[in-house]
């Protein structure tokens, strides 16, 4: 009787993942039937497919650039267009411009190790199966990539498609998370010229503070092969047991990824069901370094992004979540004071600020009033460059 009702609970949870998945597939075909997104596929030089969607208004305003955004750690492109409600994709296309969500290797519609595609099928996203199921037997080589490919590969591969595609020769970057360090390590060792201007939101690039010898954290960080084993469970298998639970499975780390006051409960279960991908061993290296020498430092070790961020010297914008464990103030103020750049500006998100609510990671983007509070003064930060 017990094994019966287990069935019968599983059964409905998975029923109702597929109804949240068929009002999922009607909302893209609503978007689709406008013409947007459009997906386009670019092809970094060492062979790997990166995935971009893009959001072209009707008509785009005179004077602007193509406008690239590109989403953290273990994220796809969904995080910038999860709803309606909550799409600063969708919002800045309805201002009149040209806008460029991608996806790096490893994420999204891009190539991406067989197993990560594998493990993707209990994310019970019906309507990309047959891509999945195409494109796995031509990704078995794809099993490993480092924080470097993102910044020396993907980033000029993104660049490059995107101004041939619109003919502009320079394009304004937002970087969330990771997709802000990437640009600042970019920044730091390739040409700036086709760079109008770049936001970074909540991304590290020094830490103050790190873990000490005695603590079980540290031994982790400073084994590779404990860390390589635990991502073959990935977040992934984490966010799939929030989903299949409805979110009645809750985990004391998704506090750090966001202020659960200022985030309803059922975006946060989209959240992780339809933005969370595996990642690669050799991107958690990087973070691990970070965290243990307190610089970011290219793969060989040889050059620290970190003590060259006076080379930066484009329009930043650096804005911090006052509740964000990664990218708080102290670190922000940090890159503000190192960086070259003659226009830079620091925005934090927090009551005290005279927004409603403390900010947090993700919930910058997804929060509850994200679309009232922090998109307009994105866009106002945009509109002046």
């Given at each position: 009787?017990?094994?019966?009702?287990?069935?019968?609970?599983?059964?409905?949870?998975?029923?109702?993942?597929?109804?949240?998945?068929?009002?999922?597939?009607?909302?893209?075909?609503?978007?689709?039937?406008?013409?947007?997104?459009?997906?386009?596929?670019?092809?970094?030089?060492?062979?790997?497919?990166?995935?971009?969607?893009?959001?072209?208004?009707?008509?785009?305003?005179?004077?602007?650039?193509?406008?690239?955004?590109?989403?953290?750690?273990?994220?796809?492109?969904?995080?910038?267009?999860?709803?309606?409600?909550?799409?600063?994709?969708?919002?800045?296309?309805?201002?009149?411009?040209?806008?460029?969500?991608?996806?790096?290797?490893?994420?999204?519609?891009?190539?991406?190790?067989?197993?990560?595609?594998?493990?993707?099928?209990?994310?019970?996203?019906?309507?990309?199966?047959?891509?999945m199921i195409v494109t796995m037997p031509l990704d078995l080589d794809k099993f490993k990539w480092s924080f470097d490919d993102h910044a020396n590969k993907d980033i000029p591969?993104?660049?490059?498609?995107?101004?041939?595609?619109?003919?502009?020769?320079?394009?304004?970057?937002?970087?969330?998370?990771?997709?802000?360090?990437?640009?600042?390590?970019?920044?730091?060792?390739?040409?700036?010229?086709?760079?109008?201007?770049?936001?970074?939101?909540?991304?590290?690039?020094?830490?103050?503070?790190?873990?000490?010898?005695?603590?079980?954290?540290?031994?982790?960080?400073?084994?590779?092969?404990?860390?390589?084993?635990?991502?073959?469970?990935?977040?992934?298998?984490?966010?799939?047991?929030?989903?299949?639970?409805?979110?009645?499975?809750?985990?004391?780390?998704?506090?750090?990824?966001?202020?659960?006051?200022?985030?309803?409960?059922?975006?946060?279960?989209?959240?992780?069901?339809?933005?969370?991908?595996?990642?690669?061993?050799?991107?958690?290296?990087?973070?691990?370094?970070?965290?243990?020498?307190?610089?970011?430092?290219?793969?060989?070790?040889?050059?620290?992004?970190?003590?060259?961020?006076?080379?930066?010297?484009?329009?930043?914008?650096?804005?911090?979540?006052?509740?964000?464990?990664?990218?708080?103030?102290?670190?922000?103020?940090?890159?503000?004071?190192?960086?070259?750049?003659?226009?830079?500006?620091?925005?934090?998100?927090?009551?005290?600020?005279?927004?409603?609510?403390?900010?947090?990671?993700?919930?910058?983007?997804?929060?509850?009033?994200?679309?009232?509070?922090?998109?307009?003064?994105?866009?106002?930060?945009?509109?002046?460059?």
């Amino acid at each position: 009787m017990r094994r019966i009702t287990v069935f019968m609970t599983l059964a409905a949870c998975i029923a109702l993942l597929l109804c949240a998945e068929a009002s999922a597939v009607e909302n893209v075909a609503e978007i689709l039937s406008k013409g947007n997104p459009k997906q386009y596929f670019a092809t970094t030089k060492d062979g790997w497919t990166l995935a971009l969607y893009r959001y072209k208004p009707e008509n785009i305003k005179e004077g602007t650039d193509p406008v690239i955004l590109c989403h953290g750690f273990n994220m796809n492109s969904n995080f910038w267009d999860l709803d309606a409600e909550h799409s600063f994709a969708r919002y800045l296309r309805d201002k009149g411009y040209d806008i460029w969500s991608v996806n790096l290797r490893g994420s999204g519609d891009s190539s991406k190790p067989f197993m990560a595609d594998l493990r993707s099928f209990s994310k019970l996203q019906v309507v990309k199966w047959p891509r999945m199921i195409v494109t796995m037997p031509l990704d078995l080589d794809k099993f490993k990539w480092s924080f470097d490919d993102h910044a020396n590969k993907d980033i000029p591969a993104i660049i490059n498609f995107v101004k041939k595609r619109t003919g502009k020769d320079k394009v304004v970057w937002f970087g969330h998370s990771m997709g802000g360090m990437i640009m600042y390590a970019y920044l730091t060792t390739h040409d700036q010229s086709d760079i109008r201007a770049f936001a970074a939101m909540g991304s590290t690039m020094y830490v103050e503070e790190r873990p000490g010898e005695e603590s079980a954290f540290y031994e982790i960080l400073k084994r590779r092969d404990l860390r390589n084993t635990a991502l073959i469970v990935n977040m992934t298998i984490a966010s799939q047991i929030m989903n299949l639970s409805l979110g009645t499975i809750q985990f004391k780390w998704e506090k750090a990824l966001y202020n659960v006051e200022n985030m309803d409960r059922l975006e946060a279960i989209r959240m992780f069901r339809l933005c969370i991908n595996d990642t690669s061993p050799g991107v958690v290296d990087a973070y691990a370094n970070l965290l243990d020498t307190g610089e970011l430092k290219s793969a060989d070790g040889k050059f620290s992004y970190t003590k060259n961020l006076d080379r930066v010297k484009v329009p930043v914008l650096i804005t911090v979540a006052s509740m964000d464990p990664f990218g708080p103030m102290n670190i922000s103020r940090y890159v503000l004071d190192h960086i070259s750049s003659q226009d830079k500006e620091i925005v934090e998100f927090s009551k005290a600020a005279g927004y409603s609510a403390d900010y947090g990671h993700c919930d910058v983007i997804l929060g509850r009033r994200s679309r009232e509070e922090v998109f307009p003064r994105l866009y106002e930060w945009l509109e002046k460059r």
